[in-house]
């Protein structure tokens, strides 16, 4: 069984493979009893890149060897600067308004060179102990791409000099583009300094942010993502050179959703980093609940591992429905690890295909200021909106909109789009070439395709959803309440108070003769609208979030009308 088994979809050759957590702190007895149970994958945690490190690693792998004769390893590797390097450079440090923090910038000397070599010398030296793999790790979350880690606020002297940088490149070094941008005749490109969180916190409609006035707080938000990404990617590279080619390297990306926070995904740029070949989720996670782009990782060829932090007999089963590998603490009882294995070395070799299909865009937190309202929609609504969906029982999975462009992309017969709030021009021409058409469903959640290159309109979502739409300025709630009607989708929600009651701007309706309301909200305001044609079904809802009947109704629904992949016959011609 090897670490490469771990695929979104295996052979019926394959089995999806158990691993144990090992800690510094974990005891000798716990490691005996998973080799007893069968267990040969080791992920060793708490790596740092201190100096003594490599020999500190070597007795541990030593006494798990002891206790598993066999066995082999993955290291989990934290990529943060030593406190001795922070000593040492002080302008190094990430910094907020609050003032410097005890962590290296995404662009420091740290991030972008010395880890990448600290990682390659603590692979090589411990190679020969029998590692197969490396898993990449960053922040106290111990997880890249949480929006928790203060790091993505840094306002400090090393992002700035990222900050200018991209500028420069965006604007093909063009002074008058970049003082066009910013609406400042003054404005040279070693002066670009970052935004002020009040500057971030500003919302031209609403919690959205009009591209053509936000310019300066959007690039300064790309600035630090790219940042950290091409860290991750410098480790990455770095890690696979230590392993000469005989071991695979992955990450620990932040789930998209854990408990209230809403981290920001996986970008594409990572998806396509050839050195990570397989994605692990954070063990924070709620069970159940999307954590990393499945979609986006299927299409890609890479592999996947589930890791909860708590053994449970739940954690297979969340496993086994995404089709990955799972990592459980080697204090596991017996009895989990047993039923873990037999559920999951009996999985079906081919799984049932997804229903649905949810995108979601890694970048969405960015087009929204940094206020109470979009807080609350990112970290109370959306989440809700999935638990809603993971009630229904329906197979699902997540991706983001340059899987749209991917050749392979699936059709299925419900999409959902729920974080698609800014869509370029050329995403919207791939969005309507994949999804409109072959019958097809799509459910547009609040917001999506309300923000394009030319701004903040009601006409950018009517164009996308192909209903059309009213935008009010004000706040209004997203409940809504069904519409009496034939339409047994309105009978399908509940009669009680639909949505949530938190007051959300700008006020977005529907008010198209050609579509039927499914939903009203304030002042009989139409806030879900459902339009046929003969290619396709749009779904529009102003309401969030939706019940899981009505989603369950809807997918339905969907696959009634024929829309996704059609069926492949055998050779007998039978399905």
């Known amino acids: 069984m090897a670490l490469e088994q771990a695929k979104p979809i295996v052979s019926p050759s394959r089995r999806l493979p158990l691993m144990a957590d090992v800690w510094p702190h974990t005891p000798q007895e716990a490691v005996e009893a998973c080799a007893k149970e069968g267990i040969e994958l080791y992920c060793m945690r708490g790596i740092s890149l201190e100096e003594g490190s490599i020999s500190v690693l070597e007795e541990r792998m030593k006494r798990v060897r002891e206790a598993a004769p066999g066995c082999r390893f993955m290291l989990e590797i934290n990529c943060d600067a030593p406190s001795a390097w922070l000593q040492a450079h002080p302008d190094q440090r990430a910094c907020t308004e609050e003032g410097p923090l005890e962590a290296a910038s995404w662009n420091s000397e740290w991030q972008q060179q010395e880890a990448a070599t600290a990682v390659r010398r603590l692979v090589r030296g411990v190679k020969k102990q029998g590692c197969e793999a490396v898993l990449l790790t960053a922040g106290r979350q111990r997880a890249w791409g949480a929006r928790d880690d203060e790091r993505m606020a840094d306002v400090g002297p090393c992002m700035a000099t990222a900050l200018q940088l991209l500028m420069r490149e965006k604007y093909r070094r063009n002074i008058l583009l970049l003082r066009q941008a910013l609406s400042s005749p003054n404005q040279d490109f070693h002066t670009v300094h970052c935004p002020a969180k009040a500057e971030r916190s500003l919302g031209t409609h609403g919690v959205f942010r009009n591209p053509a006035r936000s310019a300066l707080a959007l690039c300064w938000q790309e600035a630090v993502c790219s940042s950290m990404n091409r860290a991750l990617a410098h480790c990455a590279r770095a890690a696979c050179e230590g392993l000469e080619g005989r071991g695979t390297v992955g990450a620990v990306y932040a789930p998209l959703f854990a408990g209230t926070a809403m981290h920001a995904g996986l970008a594409e740029e990572i998806l396509e980093t050839e050195a990570l070949s397989f994605f ?39 496993a086994l429905e995404a089709q990955c590998g799972l990592i459980l603490p080697a204090e596991t009882p017996a009895a989990v690890w047993r039923s873990a294995r037999s559920m999951l070395q009996n999985a079906p070799s081919s799984p049932p295909a997804a229903r649905v299909c949810v995108l979601l865009d890694p970048a969405a937190p960015h087009v929204l200021a940094e206020t109470e309202q979009a807080s609350l929609l990112l970290n109370q ?195």
């Open 280 to 318: 692990a989720g954070a063990e924070e996670g709620t069970p159940g609940m999307v954590r990393l782009c499945t979609l986006s990782i299927r299409l890609r060829g890479k592999t996947m591992w589930h890791r909860e932090k708590a053994g449970s007999p739940e954690a297979a089963r969340t």
């Open 381 to 575: 609504c959306l989440p809700a909106q999935f638990a809603a969906l993971v009630r229904t029982g329906t197979a699902f999975e997540t991706g983001i909109p340059a899987d749209l462009f991917h050749k392979n992309y699936p059709k299925r017969p419900l999409t959902i789009a729920a974080t698609l709030y800014y869509l370029s021009t050329a995403e919207r021409r791939q969005l309507d070439a994949r999804l409109k058409q072959g019958k097809q469903t799509v459910l547009w959640l609040w917001g999506c395709g309300a923000v394009a290159e030319d701004g903040v309109k009601a006409e950018n979502v009517a164009r996308l959803t192909g209903i059309k739409t009213r935008m009010d300025f004000g706040a209004a709630s997203l409940q809504a309440r069904p519409v009496s009607g034939p339409n047994p989708l309105a009978r399908s929600m509940n009669q009680g108070v639909e949505g949530s009651s938190l007051m959300m701007a700008p006020i977005l309706s529907y008010n198209d003769r050609e579509a039927v309301s499914l939903a009203a909200g304030g002042k009989g305001r139409s806030a879900i609208a459902l339009k046929k044609t003969q290619v396709w079904t749009s779904v529009a809802s102003a309401c969030m979030p939706l019940e899981s009947a009505f989603l369950t109704a809807l997918a339905n629904q969907a696959q009634q009308e024929g829309g996704g992949e059609p069926r492949k016959r055998s050779a007998q011609g039978a399905e």
